[in-house]
């Protein structure tokens, strides 16, 4: 009897032992528990250990507080030239308040998922399809900014939204790539043509410019036969100016050499005569004659007696 006792309370030790291990609760990193107390929200474990009341508290919800990230499928939305497109959508949110993600909506992923798709619709029915396609940030912005707002009362921070797709229908792509087609031909004529009127610039240029270089050219052949010719007049002016110079210089020689050696009447009178001569060779129109006819008479005896 006193064995069978004895069992009981090692069977009850063990079980108090199971129940205050079991209750036991190591909050991870990243993690927070939400605890209720007889049904009723008692607290959050944030990290680290705790232990937890048996059979009155218990864990209501375990949140990670990581950021998520989640991808909707594409979403039908029209836009304000009624075109229909498919788009789909990727959210990244931070649980910040474990409590209100508990108790404040439930399903918040699907509340997440109707409210982008929702937001997302209202955004683009006020844009025509081309600003759609070219204005990815500003959507982006508007819609995490009213979902940021809207998912405060759940605890939820939206951090970022991405528009992973915009697919137009089958025709818009169509239309969109002949488009492009097009402007890409028009931008190859176009870069075509720039190219031929730069290399008919290139040789205009070139050509004006070897037409320049060769009148520069013949103006400097030009330059140096001019100043060829003008040295070579030059010179020959100073040597007929030295030839003339030195026949006055043998003029002054002989004058000063006659009147050194003192010439007589004789030989003046023959130099007049030849002064004479040389004015009556019949170039002149008009001839002075000395009035003393006899004294030329003499000064022809006179000359003749001398060349005797």
């Known amino acids: 009897m006193e064995f069978l006792g004895g069992f009981i309370l090692i069977l009850l030790a063990l079980f108090i032992i199971l129940i205050v291990v079991l209750n036991i609760k190591i ?3 990243s993690k927070a528990y939400v605890i209720e107390r007889l049904g009723t929200y008692r607290t959050t474990w944030q990290t680290g250990l705790h232990i937890k009341i048996p059979f009155i508290e218990r864990i209501a919800k ?23 497109m498919q788009i789909d959508t990727v959210v990244f949110f931070q649980i910040t308040d474990p409590k209100l993600f508990a108790y404040g909506v439930e399903r918040p992923l699907s509340a997440i998922e109707n409210l982008t798709a929702t937001t997302l619709r209202n955004i683009i029915g006020e844009m025509e399809l081309d600003h759609t396609l070219t204005s990815r940030d500003v959507i ?3 819609i995490r900014g009213i979902l940021d707002e809207a998912t405060d009362p759940w605890g939820i921070k ?6 992973k797709n915009i697919l137009p229908p089958k025709e818009i792509q169509d239309a969109m790539e002949k488009q492009m087609k097009a402007e890409r031909q028009r931008r190859e004529s176009i870069l075509t043509a720039e190219g031929e009127k730069a290399s008919k610039i ?4 070139g050509q004006k410019e070897s037409k320049i270089l060769a009148a520069e050219a013949e103006k400097q052949s030009a330059i140096l036969a001019a100043e060829a010719i003008k040295e070579a007049k030059i010179r020959e002016a100073e040597g007929e100016a030295e030839a003339i110079l030195k026949v006055e210089q043998a003029r ?6 006659i009147n050194q050696a003192a010439p007589g009447q004789g030989y003046l009178t023959i130099k007049s005569l030849e002064a004479f001569e040389a ?8 001839l002075i004659i000395p009035s003393d006819i006899q004294g030329l008479a003499g000064l022809a005896a006179s000359a003749k007696e001398i060349i005797k």
């Open 27 to 29: 909050v991870p990193q």
């Open 279 to 286: 004015a009556a060779d019949g170039q002149a129109t008009k």
């Open 202 to 205: 290139l040789v205009a240029e």
């Open 158 to 163: 939206v951090n970022r939204v991405e528009l």
């Open 252 to 257: 002054a020689q002989a004058i000063e050499l």
């Open 140 to 142: 982006n912005a508007k």
């Open 62 to 84: 375990q949140v990670s507080l990581k950021e998520q990230i989640v991808d909707f499928p594409p979403q039908p939305v029209i836009t304000k030239d009624n075109v229909t």
